[in-house]
Structure formats: C-alpha cells, structure tokens
C-alpha cells in the first residue's frame, strides 16, 4: 500500500464522519479507530460547502494514488456521492433523476403501466372473490398478520433457521451474533445496526402490521445473509485481512448503499431459493402460526414487478411536476394501497434526505438480480452471491460485467 492510497482511503473516513456533522444519521455505522472519530468530533463544524469542496479534492486525487482498480472505482463511487450530498446541503437545486444517478450509479425512467396491469391480471387469478382486486389483495395480507405478541419469537425462530443455513452456504466468524429488540415508534418495519466486532442489533418495528410471509424476507434482510452477513465478512476479509479502512464506515446516499439493499432483498433468494414460502410455513407453523405458503410465493413473484411503482411516484413527484393528490392516485391505483399508505409513501418520497433511498430498493435489486440470473451456467447461486458479501462491487462494475457476460 502506498502512501497516497492510505491518505485517501483515510481522508475519505474523515471526509465520511464530517458529513455526520451536518447531518446526524448519514453515518449509518462506523467501525473504525474511535480516534479518528473523537478527532472529527472536536474540530469546529464543517459547511456543507466545505465538504463538496473536499470530495472534489479527493476525487482529483485518486488518480495519483495508485490504488487497485477495484478500490479506486469504489472510492470514487463513494465520494461521488458525498459530492451531490454536499451540494444539496447547501442548497443547490438538483433533479431526482441526476440525484440518484450521482448518488447510486444507475439511470431511472418511469416504469411500464403494461407491465403492472399483467402483474393485477395475475394477481386477480390468484386471489378469487368479490369485491376489487385492492380489496382482495388488503383482505389477504391481513389473513397473514403476526400477532404482535407472537412477533418475537417468529423472528427468533427464522433467524436460527437462516442462520444455520448461511454459516453453511457462506460461512462466519464464530463469534457473530443478532440481537433482536422489538421497538416502536419507527418510520421503517425492520432496521440493522451493526455495531462492529461481528455483532448487530436487529430493531423490529411493531406499530407496523408484520405478515408472516414477509417475515423469512425481513430477517434475511436485515441478518442471514443480508446486512449483519455483509458487515461481519467485509470487517474480517476487506478491513482486518486487507486493510482497506474506508470499509469501517458506511454512509447513506452512496453506491454502497444500493449494493446493499439489493443484497439484503435476494436475502431469501440466495439462502432458500424456489420453495421458500413452505420452508418458512412449517417453521412458523411449528409456532401455530399458519399461513399458505404456497400460495404466499405465487403471490410475491406476482407482485414483483409493482415495487418500481413507488420509484415511478418519486420521478413524477421531483421531474414531472405532478402534484401530491396524483401521485397519492398513482400509487394507490397500481401499488393497490390504501389512501393512508400512499400518504406514508409520498411523506418519506418527500423527505429532502431520504427521497432518494427508494432506488436502493427498486434499482438495487433488479440490476443484482439480472446479474445472478447472467451468472455460468455451472456456478451455483451461493458462490455468485459470495462475491457480493466479500468484494467491493459497484453499481457501475456489476452493470460492466452485465454488458460482457
């Protein structure tokens, strides 16, 4: 390692910690040297102009840093990021569609109404009955609530069963463990906090109505093999073995972040595969806890593609000029959601930090998804899936390889 590539890598972790400065919770974790962290704390705080000045710099620098390819890509994914970050802080006007492009490597464009009709069309063949599809469809997904005194110990019961899959299927330090705490209160269903040292706490939200077929997806999400799988095989292979610091600090609205949730959303995919809906039914079942889970895949895979639905509602929010009561009609016509929920939806699109974070969602999965769908006809699914958890993949390589495969 040269003596530049330590610098940058350095100066882009401080860079990182400042931006928590000026905006407390852009650090979603940090696992580095508490000396660093406590030196940022003490300086006076910085402008926003300050940091978007500072990316600029250490995007210039990174070419003389001689820094492996992969390492130089990640970083200046990173700090490309920071840059429109800054930029925004301080009050410069920036459309949703370049926002998420700055921040995540990937184009959008509004999605295909044909496509979401044939996703009703085979919806409405799977759930019979009277009244409107988006009555069939609430009805069905309140027959598979949790109930919210059950919620721990289903939590607990798939985390187990996952995680004996993925020490198997992926393997991890010895020493790894999820704590669960049901809380309340909270905008999101589910949130990792990794801690550091193989360990994460696992907040559970239970002001939300949870589904029981949804739950195999959260905690693969959020632990086995998602975000505490991610962290603990970063911190051991890239940090410890590697030295590679700028992986002790993870910041939002970064091409990191979309490689993440889409990770974390091919959680079930790459742990259970075809079938998961019954796995999961006879472990909760073992509970007394019911559901079809047979019926709770064909129903997910029918669903599917209505989650670009809600990136749809944020272009036409931010570059369409559509008002707040159109866009409350698009959401609720396509993703068949109540009034109340495309309320929700429409307060967190509108969030100045957070507008953004639904393509990590919507993008995430689909280009990570198209990639394990491209991989060697001989490869297995896990070992694709390994090289998410243990290299420093972009956005912008991951669509490279696409392009080459």
Same mark, same amino acid.
């Given at each position: 390692?040269?003596?530049?590539?330590? $610098?940058?890598?350095?100066?882009?972790?401080?860079?990182?910690?400042?931006? $928590?400065?000026?905006?407390?919770?852009?650090?979603?974790?940090?696992?580095?040297?508490?000396?660093?962290?406590?030196?940022?704390?003490?300086?006076?705080?910085?402008?926003?102009?300050?940091?978007?000045?500072?990316?600029?710099?250490?995007?210039?620098?990174?070419?003389?840093?001689?820094?492996?390819?992969?390492?130089?890509?990640?970083?200046?994914?990173?700090?490309?990021?920071?840059?429109?970050?800054?930029?925004?802080?301080?009050?410069?006007?920036?459309?949703?569609?370049?926002?998420?492009?700055?921040?995540?490597?990937?184009?959008?464009?509004l999605g295909d109404e044909a496509v979401y009709a044939a996703a009703h069309a085979d919806l409405d063949s799977l759930l019979p009955g009277d009244g409107t599809l988006a009555e069939r469809y609430?009805?069905?997904?309140?027959?598979?609530?949790?109930?919210?005194?059950?919620?721990?110990?289903?939590?607990?019961?798939?985390?187990?069963?996952?995680?004996?899959?993925?020490?198997?299927?992926?393997?991890?330090?010895e020493v790894e463990t999820v704590r669960y705490e049901v809380v309340t209160d909270k905008p999101w269903s589910g949130f990792n906090y990794y801690e550091g040292g193989f360990r994460s706490r696992?907040?559970?939200?239970?002001?939300?109505?949870?589904?029981?077929?949804?739950?195999?997806?959260?905690?693969?999400?959020?632990?086995?093999?998602?975000?505490?799988?991610?962290?603990?095989?970063?911190?051991?292979?890239?940090?410890?073995?590697?030295?590679?610091?700028?992986?002790?600090?993870?910041?939002?609205?970064?091409?990191?972040?979309?490689?993440?949730?889409?990770?974390?959303?091919?959680?079930?995919?790459?742990?259970?595969?075809?079938?998961?809906?019954?796995?999961?039914?006879?472990?909760?079942?073992?509970?007394?806890?019911?559901?079809?889970?047979?019926?709770?895949?064909?129903?997910?895979?029918?669903?599917?593609?209505?989650?670009?639905?809600?990136?749809?509602?944020?272009?036409?929010?931010?570059?369409?000029?559509?008002?707040?009561?159109?866009?409350?009609?698009?959401?609720?016509?396509?993703?068949?959601?109540?009034?109340?929920?495309?309320?929700?939806?429409?307060?967190?699109?509108?969030?100045?930090?957070?507008?953004?974070?639904?393509?990590?969602?919507?993008?995430?999965?689909?280009?990570?998804?198209?990639?394990?769908?491209?991989?060697?006809?001989?490869?297995?699914?896990?070992?694709?899936?390994?090289?998410?958890?243990?290299?420093?993949?972009?956005?912008?390589?991951?669509?490279?390889?696409?392009?080459?495969?």
């Amino acid at each position: 390692m040269t003596a530049g590539a330590l $610098d940058v890598a350095l100066e882009y972790v401080r860079l990182g910690l400042r931006f $928590d400065r000026v905006e407390p919770g852009f650090v979603d974790a940090y696992t580095g040297d508490p000396r660093i962290r406590a030196q940022v704390l003490d300086e006076p705080a910085p402008t926003p102009q300050q940091l978007r000045d500072r990316a600029r710099e250490l995007l210039a620098e990174l070419d003389a840093a001689e820094l492996p390819e992969d390492r130089a890509d990640f970083l200046r994914g990173q700090l490309t990021g920071l840059e429109c970050s800054a930029r925004k802080f301080s009050g410069e006007p920036v459309g949703f569609v370049e926002e998420v492009r700055s921040y995540f490597e990937v184009d959008v464009e509004l999605g295909d109404e044909a496509v979401y009709a044939a996703a009703h069309a085979d919806l409405d063949s799977l759930l019979p009955g009277d009244g409107t599809l988006a009555e069939r469809y609430a009805a069905h997904r309140r027959r598979e609530e949790c109930p919210p005194a059950r919620l721990e110990v289903a939590v607990h019961a798939l985390s187990s069963a996952l995680r004996d899959r993925v020490r198997g299927q992926y393997g991890l330090p010895e020493v790894e463990t999820v704590r669960y705490e049901v809380v309340t209160d909270k905008p999101w269903s589910g949130f990792n906090y990794y801690e550091g040292g193989f360990r994460s706490r696992v907040a559970i939200n239970a002001d939300l109505p949870h589904r029981l077929s949804q739950l195999p997806h959260l905690v693969a999400h959020e632990s086995y093999p998602g975000h505490h799988t991610e962290h603990c095989r970063k911190e051991r292979g890239l940090v410890e073995r590697t030295g590679r610091i700028e992986h002790t600090v993870f910041l939002v609205n970064t091409p990191e972040c979309l490689m993440a949730e889409g990770l974390a959303d091919l959680g079930v995919q790459a742990a259970i595969g075809e079938g998961w809906g019954p796995w999961a039914a006879d472990i909760l079942g073992d509970l007394g806890l019911r559901f079809d889970g047979h019926l709770a895949e064909r129903i997910a895979a029918a669903a599917a593609p209505l989650n670009r639905v809600r990136q749809d509602a944020a272009v036409l929010l931010h570059d369409r000029g559509a008002g707040a009561d159109e866009v409350s009609a698009f959401l609720q016509r396509w993703s068949l959601v109540s009034p109340e929920r495309a309320r929700q939806q429409i307060r967190f699109l509108t969030d100045p930090l957070w507008r953004a974070y639904t393509s990590t969602y919507v993008e995430g999965f689909a280009l990570l998804s198209r990639w394990l769908d491209a991989r060697p006809a001989d490869q297995p699914v896990a070992d694709r899936f390994l090289r998410l958890l243990d290299e420093p993949l972009t956005p912008g390589r991951v669509t490279a390889e696409l392009r080459t495969a």
